[in-house]
């Protein structure tokens, strides 16, 4: 089964960037989907951004449009998700996840009856004003 570790937050000022980056331990990490969430204090988890096994296809949350992108290294078992012009609002935990399907991804956070194969533990990223 695949394993998912994230790494890469910290804290950073507004304004700044980061790469917070997903390591897969498992074989058939290239072919699964991939994606982020993120969860602020005291509010519900969020979907922000999603790529499919290829790398062909992303989907973003309306709020991070333009500013973060996604993107993996399947040689690496790795995905990325570069922040930039960070904000206060970013701060949260960011988890990645893996599905095989690239729908349910993008669904999971809204959709009580979709589930993911795998979660991360998160990393925090904490953006100060």
């Known amino acids: 089964q695949v394993q998912l570790v994230e790494s890469g937050g910290g804290l950073v000022q507004a304004g700044g960037s980061l790469r917070l980056s997903c390591a897969s331990s498992?074989?058939?990490?290239?072919?699964?989907?991939m994606g982020w969430s993120r969860q602020a204090p005291g509010k519900e988890r969020e979907f922000v951004a999603a790529?499919?096994?290829?790398?062909?296809?992303?989907y973003y949350a309306d709020s991070v449009k333009g500013r973060f992108t996604i993107s993996r290294d399947n040689a690496k078992n790795t995905v990325y998700l570069q922040i930039n012009n960070l904000k206060p609002e970013d701060t949260a935990v960011y988890y990645c996840?893996?599905?095989?399907?690239?729908?349910?991804?993008?669904?999971?956070?809204?959709?009580?009856?979709?589930?993911?194969?795998?979660w991360g533990q998160g990393t925090q990223v904490t953006v100060s004003s």
């Open positions: 498992g074989r058939t990490f290239s072919t699964y989907a």
């Open positions: 996840a893996a599905d095989p399907k690239l729908h349910s991804l993008v669904v999971v956070t809204t959709d009580k009856d979709v589930d993911v194969e795998v």
């Open positions: 790529i499919s096994w290829s790398g062909g296809s992303t």
